[in-house]
């Protein structure tokens, strides 16, 4: 099977089986002959009850010390699993906007969209766990809303990689913290799972960075110019910045502390 294929498949899906998609021949099995021309964005396709909901519809996501509250837990558990299905539909749509890109890359796309999967089910299944169903609560487009401008793949993995994930360093400890100190137990494991591939995911972004950025004046200034519509840079970072996590990432010293300086 073509990566095209795949891609496709993934984003088009109408169900959310669907995007749980794997090639026959597995991942290994996947080819890249013939990658087309480059596709902009268009909408995913999805199950009635994971369309993008009206503004007005939105569920307050709850405070972390009511976590141990299972009606409380599913919200926040729902809004997580929500990104995760907005990752895989970002990083398939990428394999369709970015033909010309390295093999590399590409390739590398297709490992994050299985991790993508992979965190996206325990969601679900955890979500199951505490007695709801992924879809019961209405869902927002917070990643998709700067796909259209997302035009190289530079732009792609600042935005991505580099501000949605690289933000995931510092929330997924926060969030794994509070569900431990509440006894969900359950929860705390998936976000320590979540938090390690994260690691792996903004490391992506890095080494894809100093590639493309070699030639600008410093991974940051490049970074910050090729940030996009709503994505500034402070969303990449919660309130407990966690430098460690950067390092393992190979984020560069010179951005670590630029990033930590932001307020
Ligand atoms: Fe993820
Ligand atoms: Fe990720």
Same mark, same amino acid.
């Given at each position: 099977?073509?990566?095209?294929?795949?891609?496709?498949?993934?984003?088009?899906?109408?169900s959310?089986e669907?995007?749980?998609f794997?090639?026959p021949?597995?991942?290994?099995g996947?080819?890249?002959?013939?990658?087309?021309?480059p596709?902009?964005?268009?909408?995913?396709?999805?199950?009635?009850?994971? %369309? /993008?909901?009206?503004?007005?519809?939105?569920?307050?996501?709850?405070?972390?010390?009511?976590?141990?509250?299972p009606?409380? =837990?599913?919200?926040?558990?729902? !809004?997580? @699993?929500?990104?995760?299905?907005?990752?895989?539909?970002?990083?398939?749509? =990428?394999?369709?906007?970015? #033909?010309? @890109?390295?093999?590399a890359?590409?390739?590398? $796309?297709?490992?994050?969209? @299985?991790?993508?999967?992979?965190?996206?089910?325990?969601?679900?299944?955890?979500? =199951?766990?505490?007695?709801?169903?992924?879809?019961?609560? #209405?869902?927002?487009?917070?990643?998709?809303?700067?796909?259209?401008? $997302? !035009?190289?793949?530079?732009?792609?993995?600042?935005?991505?990689?580099?501000?949605?994930?690289q =933000?995931?360093?510092?929330? %997924?400890?926060?969030?794994?913290?509070?569900?431990?100190?509440?006894?969900?137990?359950?929860?705390?494991?998936?976000?320590?799972?979540?938090?390690?591939?994260?690691?792996?995911?903004?490391?992506?972004?890095?080494?894809?960075?100093?590639?493309?950025? %070699?030639?600008? #004046?410093?991974?940051?200034?490049?970074? $910050?110019?090729?940030?996009?519509?709503?994505?500034?840079? /402070?969303?990449?970072?919660?309130?407990?910045?966690?430098?460690?996590?950067?390092?393992r990432?190979?984020?560069?010293?010179?951005? /670590?502390?630029?990033?930590?300086?932001?307020?």
């Amino acid at each position: 099977m073509e990566l095209s294929d795949f891609a496709e498949r993934i984003l088009f899906a109408d169900s959310l089986e669907g995007k749980f998609f794997r090639p026959p021949g597995g991942l290994s099995g996947l080819t890249d002959r013939d990658p087309g021309p480059p596709r902009q964005w268009s909408e995913p396709g999805r199950p009635a009850e994971l %369309a /993008i909901a009206p503004r007005g519809e939105r569920v307050k996501f709850p405070h972390p010390e009511n976590l141990g509250d299972p009606v409380m =837990a599913v919200r926040a558990l729902h !809004t997580f @699993a929500n990104h995760e299905l907005m990752a895989i539909e970002m990083m398939a749509w =990428a394999l369709l906007a970015y #033909p010309d @890109a390295p093999a590399a890359f590409r390739v590398g $796309l297709v490992r994050l969209i @299985a991790d993508e999967q992979r965190h996206l089910r325990m969601y679900a299944e955890r979500i =199951a766990g505490l007695g709801a169903r992924f879809g019961d609560l #209405p869902v927002n487009d917070h990643f998709l809303r700067c796909a259209p401008e $997302l !035009t190289t793949p530079l732009k792609w993995i600042c935005a991505m990689n580099l501000t949605f994930e690289q =933000a995931n360093l510092d929330h %997924a400890p926060f969030f794994g913290h509070h569900f431990r100190r509440q006894g969900d137990e359950a929860s705390a494991e998936i976000m320590d799972i979540i938090f390690e591939d994260e690691i792996h995911h903004v490391g992506f972004g890095a080494r894809w960075l100093s590639k493309y950025g %070699a030639d600008g #004046p410093s991974s940051f200034e490049t970074y $910050l110019s090729n940030l996009t519509f709503h994505n500034e840079p /402070i969303r990449a970072r919660g309130e407990e910045f966690d430098a460690e996590a950067r390092r393992r990432a190979g984020l560069d010293d010179e951005f /670590i502390r630029a990033m930590a300086e932001l307020s």
